[in-house]
């Protein structure tokens, strides 16, 4: 098997197990574990995992968060439940704002169905797909690049800010912990604080395994956002401590039959 080969299947396990084992790896391609480890050295070099003790992983760190390209392939029934439940907040005329992220991105290609909006985002996949959508204005907040994100960040984006409002903008984050709702990466942070103090009112959209985590930087408090959407309910000691904090949690319902 030639080496880039074996990296993809190396990625494609991690995207459905979220994490792999060094000798496991070695066993499975049967080749040495210096070889996995120039693998794992590689693949962490280009941000698409995080090596730890005797393996790798995905799942997001105080300083680490896995490529767009790995996120977008996770949990699609999870992200599409919790795009409809935020789509119900949408009405016809509002100016939505969305961030980036996998989860974001499934929400921006759903809004179309509340159109006319308009929509201010520095994501780049719904700026791809309501590019050309006859009844959706779309505001681009440029800046600098980012693929491992997949959206616009920077002094840019965030000046572009500044002179924009929004009835209502749709956040996510990695990381949520008691009341504090977190992000590792300080360019990111910055232009979602932004666009939560630009918007009249806000929601964060957030994978129930994102709870009970941190990150290196504090994005905002629970409260700060007028609604919380989940896919699943959270554990139990999640959950006593989003009561005890006094956050109404929406749990997103589930997919009807067609």
Avoid at 131 to 145: P, Q, R, S, V
Avoid at 169 to 191: E, T, W
Wanted: charged share 25%; aromatic share 6%.
């Amino acid at each position: 098997m030639k080496r880039d080969e074996r990296r993809q299947q190396i990625v494609d396990l991690l995207v459905e197990s979220g994490v792999v084992d060094l000798e496991e790896l070695a066993m499975r391609f049967a080749v040495s574990k210096m070889t996995i480890h120039r693998d794992l050295d590689e693949l962490e070099a280009a941000g698409l995992l995080r090596k730890v003790r005797g393996g790798a992983t995905i799942e997001a760190g105080m300083q680490f968060e896995s490529d767009f390209r790995l996120r977008e392939r996770q949990g699609s029934e999870g992200k599409e439940r919790m795009a409809l439940e935020a789509l119900e907040l949408v009405e016809p005329g509002m100016t939505v704002m969305v961030n980036d992220g996998s989860m974001a991105a499934v929400l921006g290609k759903m809004l179309s169905r509340k159109k006319p909006l308009t929509v201010i985002t520095n994501n780049a996949s719904i700026l791809e797909v309501l590019k050309f959508e006859k009844g959706i204005d779309l505001i681009a907040l440029g800046g600098m690049y980012s693929s491992k994100f997949n959206g616009y960040f920077g002094v840019l984006t965030e000046q572009n800010l500044t002179s924009l409002r929004a009835d209502i903008a749709f956040l996510s984050s990695p990381a949520v912990s008691g009341n504090q709702v977190f992000h590792m990466d300080a360019d990111v942070i910055r232009v979602k604080k932004a666009m939560l103090n630009t918007a009249v009112k806000s929601c964060l959209l957030v994978n129930h395994t994102r709870f009970d985590r941190v990150a290196l930087h504090v994005l905002a408090s629970l409260d700060d956002f007028d609604w919380v959407i989940t896919d699943q309910v959270p554990e139990p000691n999640v959950q006593q401590q989003l009561v005890d904090a006094g956050i109404q949690l929406t749990i997103a319902r589930p997919l009807e039959n067609t």
